[in-house]
Nanobody
Framework: QIQLVESGGGSVQAGGSLKLSCATSPNTFNGGCMGWFRQVPGKAREGVAGIYSAGTGATSYADSVKGRFTISQDNAKATIYLQMNSLKPDDTAMYYC????????????????WGHGTQVTVSS
């Protein structure tokens, strides 16, 4: 059973920063991809960033967040992070942590385990 618990959401003004965390069990870091997705009401969930939990920790990003968001992991804590800088109102969404049994972290449809989400609100 894979459990993913997000934290760190909140409200911030445009241009500000937030850091999300997702804690899981150490077994989850034995391989596969950990990732962050976001969803706004009425729209499909979209992949934001992914990281291969074993080996080199290779990362993937959606074009909309490249250069602003950084995904990272702490193997000792079995936790991944999403550092979000230069936030825009369009970044407002529910953010979900996810896990997929795949090496291709940008294949967003390969993620099949989800956390409950944490809300991020960016005001203009």
């Amino acid at each position: 059973q894979i459990q993913l618990v997000e934290s760190g959401g909140g409200s911030v003004q445009a241009g500000g920063s937030l850091k999300l965390s997702c804690a899981t069990s150490p077994n989850t870091f034995n391989g596969g991809c950990m990732g962050w997705f976001r969803q706004v009401p009425g729209k499909a969930r979209e992949g934001v960033a992914g990281i291969y939990s074993a080996g080199t920790g290779a990362t993937s990003y959606a074009d909309s967040v490249k250069g602003r968001f950084t995904i990272s992991q702490d193997n000792a804590k079995a936790t991944i992070y999403l550092q979000m800088n230069s936030l825009k109102p369009d970044d407002t969404a529910m953010y979900y942590c996810a896990y997929g049994r795949t090496r291709e972290c940008a294949r967003w449809t390969y993620y099949s385990y989800w956390g409950h989400g944490t809300q991020v609100t960016v005001s203009s």
